[in-house]
């Protein structure tokens, strides 16, 4: 099994920034796509960021120029760097990862949620 960690979260005022991380641990050959989603109180789940192995990025456009995704294959981790930070990314952040479990098998994979508060 695999398991995502995820940290860094918190409450900030608008304008400021947070880093969060997101590590995959357990048995398994390799991880491929990591991405980010959130979820805010009322709303649907939406995808944030995604990055392949090879690190190629799609945003959303809401956090385009903003934040920024980016991974350490070496520590099989994902980061989300956020800045210029408003009221409405206030929610709770999801770390998703596509993972090769074993040579013939691969499987999705969810963190636990980290929340991000952002105040005007």
């Known amino acids: 099994q695999v398991q995502l960690v995820e940290s860094g979260g918190g409450s900030v005022q608008a304008g400021g920034s947070l880093r969060l991380s997101c590590a995959a641990s357990?048995?398994?050959?390799?991880?491929?796509?990591m991405a980010w989603y959130r979820q805010a109180p009322g709303k649907q789940r939406e995808l944030v960021a995604i990055i392949t192995k090879n690190s190629l990025t799609t945003y959303a456009y809401s956090v385009k120029g903003r934040f920024t995704i980016s991974r350490d294959n070496a520590k099989n981790t994902v980061y989300l760097q956020m800045n210029s930070l408003k009221p409405e990314d206030t929610a709770v952040y999801y770390c998703n990862a596509e993972v090769l479990v074993t040579l013939l098998s691969r499987s999705t994979y969810w963190g636990q949620g980290t929340q991000v508060t952002v105040s005007s």
């Open positions: 357990g048995k398994f050959f390799s991880v491929d796509d």
